[in-house]
């Protein structure tokens, strides 16, 4: 009996503990973060204390689809459920062909069959969104106008993979929120303007936000974004300013201090940008440039990656997330 007491005070408990962890996760604030945080509890304790609402995730179509109609989905149910389950939202987006889909060919190429990318991508949004409901926000692909990324070109990709992720997605769950564009700032804000049309066009109303990733503008905050102010303007010109706007992508490999300055800047700037509602940080985890002393990261580590600890930029974002809050120097 007394075990049956202390279960209806635990249970009648879990929900407030349930509102105060998502109440500490703002979600204007995001990063983009490796699927390896499914098997490490150190990582996924800092980024709860970071304050950050949103996680930009996914793990690959060969490693959850390892051979057609072969599924492994449970690293990929425990990533997902490691994440959730601290209250934090995951943005998802499809990218990238195995080689048993493109004919080994490097994972830039689009896949040969639209059927297997459809099955694939049905798969994935029925299981994690209409199912579990886990995950809401679904992407298309990660930046189709770099080659490095997409090696097709805009008019192939808005007639083959987009179309068939989008209406993958709205046929899996109906309640699904798509996010298109994804795309690199560095070929200016016409040409962006110009893909982002032909994929809006495409999308229709199935597209609930916009998606762009902010680098380029001579590598200084002012230049981002009065960049990214243009790409907006195309937008507008095109008749589709009215979408809001998540920068899912955005970072700085320099010192602390020049990160922290850029990372408060782009804060200030989406503040006062109503049309601009989330940002995530490229990237979560420590990852140093090739060529470069400086890591994007909010993680610093020594020659051990167990020892990743957070670094003064991560102290700059857990401020301007959490405002109010004491900053977290228990987090082991």
């Not at 304790?45 to 989905?73: C, K, M, N």
């Not at 601290?86 to 080689?99: E, K, M, V």
């Not at 769950?173 to 996010?179: E, H």
């Amino acid at each position: 009996m007394r075990s049956r007491r202390i279960w209806r005070v635990l249970s009648a408990a879990l929900p407030l503990v349930a509102a105060l962890s998502a109440e500490a996760q703002d979600p204007h604030y995001g990063v983009v973060a490796s699927a390896d945080l499914a098997n490490e509890p150190r990582r996924q304790d800092h980024l709860f204390a970071l304050g950050a609402g949103w996680v930009r995730v996914s793990r690959s179509w060969d490693q959850i689809e390892t051979a057609p109609g072969h599924y492994d989905w449970e690293p990929t149910d425990k990533l997902v459920a490691a994440l959730t389950a601290r209250g934090l939202n995951i943005y998802w987006d499809f990218s990238y062909a195995p080689g048993w889909a493109n004919g080994n060919r490097r994972n830039n190429e689009p896949p040969k069959d639209q059927q297997a990318l459809y099955t694939f991508v049905h798969a994935v949004v029925r299981r994690y969104g209409f199912e579990r409901k886990q995950i809401q926000y679904w992407g298309t692909w990660n930046e189709p106008n770099l080659s490095r990324f997409y090696h097709g070109g805009v008019s192939r990709f808005v007639s083959h993979e987009l179309p068939t992720t989008v209406n993958a997605i709205q046929a899996a769950d109906p309640d699904a929120k798509i996010v298109v564009g994804e795309l690199s700032s560095s070929s200016g804000a016409k040409k962006v303007g110009r893909f982002l049309k032909a994929i809006l066009d495409v999308a229709g109303a199935a597209a609930s936000v916009v998606s762009q990733h902010l680098y380029d503008g001579g590598d200084t905050c002012a230049g981002r974004l009065r960049l990214l102010d243009a790409i907006h303007s195309e937008l507008l010109a095109s008749k589709h300013g009215d979408l809001p706007l998540w920068v899912t992508e955005t970072g700085l490999a320099g010192p602390e201090s020049e990160k922290s300055r850029y990372l408060t800047c782009v804060v200030e700037g989406m503040k006062t940008r109503p049309w601009w509602q989330k940002t995530f940080w490229y990237r979560y985890e420590y990852e140093r440039p090739s060529g470069s002393r400086y890591s994007f990261g909010l993680l610093d580590r020594g020659a051990d990656p167990a020892t990743e600890a957070p670094n003064p930029t991560y102290r700059t974002y857990q401020q301007l997330a959490n405002p109010t809050a004491p900053q977290r120097e228990d987090v082991p």
